[in-house]
């Protein structure tokens, strides 16, 4: 059985989620060259191209982190293939150093940059993010799909947009769209068939000065022909109602999904403007719809970005227009379909009988909360069974990182004292032990996170002397979001046999002189390799590997 | 066409996810727009689960939109998981006329000094909805058929032999052989049809 989503009876309507939308988007588009780092909400994106890559032509990899995922893609798009960089909102963070300057020079072949972010941050510890910040930032056109079938179209016009104007498009999902399931009808899909070549051009790919003074003016120049040729108008900025009103909804992503549900239930009649262009915005169209209103009610997640544009629109052409938004809508956490319903009641005077919340009225039946936990068998129970028996938890500092082991912060074990972003456990350890040096500290970091930005942490911890115990959690594989290859496996996303790095030649390399390789099954071994690095007196950074692979590989 | 709203919860490993995309693809045989909503990532690791399934009519003042289900607003919740109609019962209403359909299953939380027993779970769900039905799920597919994951499909099945939603049975029979893989198929059909001939 051909999988539904590499299927190609054209026509055909099948269920998809947003991520799958985008892939299917990028098959329709003739992607030739797909990069991903693997992350919650987007990591179905790279999970998919992994299974589809080798059956449809299209060279796909999971990179080391987010930033050499982007790099990869450009260098793929500078030499003229259609290329999809794909990561959730915290990869951008760790790619943006790049992205910038990326968004100057522009690109040949059409790049496309799918980016979910995680409202309510469902799975997503350390922050919760609004990447359209990132268009003021770096000017980067941003769309914004609803649904998977938009996620689909959406991905095939930034194909097209990226190639004429030259420059990388992103996609911006939040959770509710890239996790949303939906009918997708299907295009047809289109075999990239481009030979890449990289033609010598340092006047577009150096970004020396003081060119790249003129290249920032070229692109300005770039995203007001965006705005006039393409977004003002495009179909994606819509307006859904045209009837006479005195009021107006503005809206976008998921929430316009809401609103409609909102005006159906109240029975309203209320012009709604969908915005599928985020940046640059149809200035004009959006003067054009609130010109006529006497109040307008901007929906949108998280940070009241859309909002302060339009009251900066408004200002030219409708100075009595109020403009309602944050006041009526949180902008802490994920939108719900209610919220925006009472929100939308309250905003057009409309009475909504709200019943009083029932509660569960027996004590006993009132239940905490399920934690997730290590699955059955997870080799990672064996290490911290091992830390329980090694040290006093309470004179022990625990470093955390995002990784399954991050699961022993919830019971029974409660081991970790902070957690920051991929790659950081190690580097807050290191400014600790130099500023407490008697207190004693673990710091955990898992074999993805250690490739993708533990190692410049090791390195500085080593050279600038200080002793931490850094446990590696090697278990082989990304796990915490589906076992994606890292470069430590034998296998690269293609398939193809390699071999895979070595940590310990890494962490050797690194100047690491105490080093232990122990499978956590050991567990005498691994409580006295614990106690022995916590103990020693020399002033140095000790590293366990705790080896053993995840029961699911 | 009416809107039909449908709640799964569960934990982590149950099939949730399994049991959402069935009931998606069963519903455009049917001739329905659908939207799912569903979580991935950490939170799945044991944690609880909760899908939201909507169908109803593509085009019209009646199309649906949102992917989220509005609190009071579901025709129907399968709780694979009884502790876990503790916390979808938000979704339920006697206005609505809310079915629940509670598997006598129950998964330990961790850190949780008390296992309510269902039958007290089920007294407090009565509440909320007019249909509260408890289906020994787990019981009957680890007794027939050895596995226990397969009672969400036998649910599904009894759901089906009951009427309780409007998906057509062979719909629902062609959607899992469409979602499950190929070896898994028979198992599957036969965890459905044991609760039809019930």
């Given at each position: 059985m051909t999988e539904e989503i590499i299927?190609?009876?054209?026509g055909e309507k099948i269920i998809l989620l947003g991520n799958e939308g985008i892939v299917r988007g990028a098959l329709e588009s003739g992607v030739q060259f797909v990069s991903a780092y693997p992350g919650t909400p987007s990591s179905e994106v790279g999970n998919t191209f992994w299974r589809i890559a080798k059956k449809v032509g299209v060279y796909f990899e999971f990179s080391t982190n987010e930033k050499v995922a982007l790099e990869a893609g450009a260098g793929a798009a500078f030499s003229g293939l259609r290329t999809l960089v794909s990561m959730k909102h915290f990869g951008l963070n760790v790619a943006s150093d790049f992205f910038m300057p990326l968004v100057y020079s522009g690109v040949k072949g059409g790049m496309v940059i799918l980016v979910a972010d995680d409202p309510s941050c469902w799975s997503s510890a350390q922050s919760e993010e609004d990447t359209r910040a990132f268009a003021s930032l770096s000017h980067i056109p941003i769309l914004e799909p609803s649904t998977p079938q938009e996620c689909k179209d959406f991905t095939k016009l930034a194909f097209d947009l990226s190639e004429k104007f030259q420059i990388p498009i992103m996609i911006r999902e939040t959770t509710r769209v890239a996790l949303q399931g939906g009918i997708v009808k299907l295009g047809k899909i289109v075999k990239g068939k481009r030979k890449g070549k990289f033609i010598k051009d340092p006047h577009q790919f150096s970004t020396m000065p003081p060119r790249v003074l003129e290249m920032k003016k070229e692109l300005l120049e770039k995203i007001e022909k965006i705005k006039k040729q393409i977004s003002e108008k495009s179909l994606i900025n819509k307006i859904y109602g045209n009837n006479k009103s005195e009021i107006g909804i503005v809206t976008s992503s998921v929430s316009f999904l809401y609103v409609m549900e909102a005006l159906k239930y109240l029975n309203l009649n209320i012009p709604v403007l969908k915005l599928g262009?985020?940046?640059?915005?149809p200035d004009k169209k959006i003067k054009g719809f609130i010109n006529k209103f006497k109040k307008i009610l901007v929906v949108e997640e998280l940070e009241p970005h859309l909002e302060k544009e339009i009251k900066v629109l408004a200002k030219d052409i409708n100075l009595k227009l109020q403009i309602f938004g944050k006041d009526l809508l949180s902008e802490t956490g994920e939108l719900r379909p209610e919220q925006v319903l009472k929100a939308v009641a309250e905003f057009s005077n409309k009475k909504l009988k709200i019943k009083p919340v029932l509660k569960?009225?027996?004590?006993?039946?009132k239940i905490p909360k399920r934690s997730p936990q290590f699955c059955p068998g997870c080799p990672y129970w064996l290490v911290f069974n091992a830390l329980k028996k090694a040290v006093d938890p309470k004179k022990v500092i625990f470093g955390g990182e995002i990784g399954c082991y991050m699961l022993a912060f919830y019971p029974p074990f409660h081991f970790q004292d902070y957690l920051f972003c991929m790659g950081s456990s190690v580097g807050v350890a290191h400014g600790i032990k130099k500023s407490s040096n008697k207190q004693k500290l673990i710091s955990f970091v898992g074999d993805s996170s250690f490739f993708h930005s533990g190692i410049p942490a090791l390195l500085n911890a080593v050279h600038n002397k200080s002793n931490p115990l850094i446990i590696i959690m090697d278990n082989q594989t990304t796990a915490m979001t589906g076992h994606q290859p890292n470069p430590g496996t034998n296998k690269t996303s293609m398939g193809n046999s390699v071999e895979g790095a070595k940590i310990e030649d890494i962490v050797k390399a690194c100047g690491v002189k105490n080093l232990k390789i122990i499978n956590p099954i050991k567990q005498k071994e691994f409580i006295k390799a614990v106690k022995d690095s916590l103990n020693n007196k020399i002033n140095e950074v000790s590293v366990i590997i705790a080896r053993r692979p995840c029961i699911y590989i | 066409m009416k809107e039909f709203n449908i709640i799964i919860s569960g934990v982590g490993g149950q099939g949730v996810i399994t049991l959402t995309r069935i009931l998606a693809k069963a519903a455009i045989f049917d001739g329905y727009d659908v939207r799912t909503s569903e979580l991935h990532g950490l939170s799945q690791k044991g944690g609880s689960v909760e899908t939201h399934i909507r169908f109803g009519s593509m085009t019209g003042s009646k199309q649906i939109h949102s992917p989220l289900i509005k609190k009071g607003k579901a025709n129907l919740i399968i709780c694979i998981e009884a502790q876990e109609s503790l916390k979808s019962y938000i979704y339920s209403s006697k206005e609505s006329n809310t079915i629940f359909l509670i598997n006598d299953f129950i998964k330990p939380i961790l850190g949780s000094k008390i296992i309510p027993p269902v039958k007290d779970i089920l007294k407090e769900i009565k509440r909320f909805s007019k249909q509260v039905m408890s289906i020994p799920a787990s019981k009957i597919v680890k007794e027939k058929l050895n596995k226990e994951v397969l009672a969400g499909v036998y649910i599904l099945g009894w759901t089906t032999s009951k009427n309780l939603f409007p998906l057509k049975r062979k719909s629902i029979l062609k959607s899992i052989e469409k979602t499950v893989p190929k070896k898994y198929f028979l198992l599957n059909k036969k965890a459905f049809d044991l609760a039809n001939y019930d």
């Open positions: 299927s190609n009876k054209v262009f985020f940046h640059p915005l569960i009225k027996n004590p006993k039946l | -």
